[in-house]
């Protein structure tokens, strides 16, 4: 039986040589990504604005700050020895809504998150939101790495906000209110 991804994110078992093929699961990045009560970070505490439900999960993903890495497959993120940290977790009730990621130190990273509505673990572009840090205008393409990107200077706690967009049209996708 070949190890899980789950022991290769703990470091238990090396990582797979460039190229090489994970285990898919939804699992990679989480061991990375979970924050510790008590932890002081680094760390990203991620505000949810827009929310057009409280249904379903939040999914925030973090990855390299380049148009290449930016939404990559995360099994080759891992494979490939590059950023990428996942948190999942129920909307719930309360607001705000925060979800906090741990992150590797000081530097540049994209990040993005899906409100995944109906929790079929998929993007369905007429149920579910996204929303990226530096909170770029949508249209019908990924936005480019630079404008979905947040720099972290602190080794501490830093603090972003995500503004959640939802289809408004054919193929587009907007915040629910404007300000």
Known sequence: MAPGAAAVLAGLVPLAPAGAI?????DLGKAEGRCRSGEAG??????????????GNLKLEVYPANDKDFLQ?????????????????????????????RIPGPGTYAVSVLHDRDGNRKFGLSVDGIGFSGNPRLGVSKPKASRASVVVTAAG???????????????????????
Do not use: W
């Not at 994970?22 to 939804?26: A, K, N, R």
């Not at 706690?157 to 300000?179: C, D, E, Q, W």
């Open 73 to 101: 497959d995360d099994n080759i993120l891992v494979a490939e020895g590059k950023v990428f940290r996942r948190v999942e977790q129920p909307v719930g009730a309360g607001n705000p809504v925060e979800l906090c990621v």
């Open 157 to 179: 706690l830093s603090r972003i906000t995500v503004v959640m967009n939802y289809r408004s049209g054919l193929m587009s996708f907007a915040p629910l209110h404007k300000k």
């Open 22 to 26: 994970i285990p898919s699961t939804p």
């Open 42 to 55: 680094p760390a990203l505490l991620v505000r949810i604005d827009g929310l057009k439900d409280h249904n």
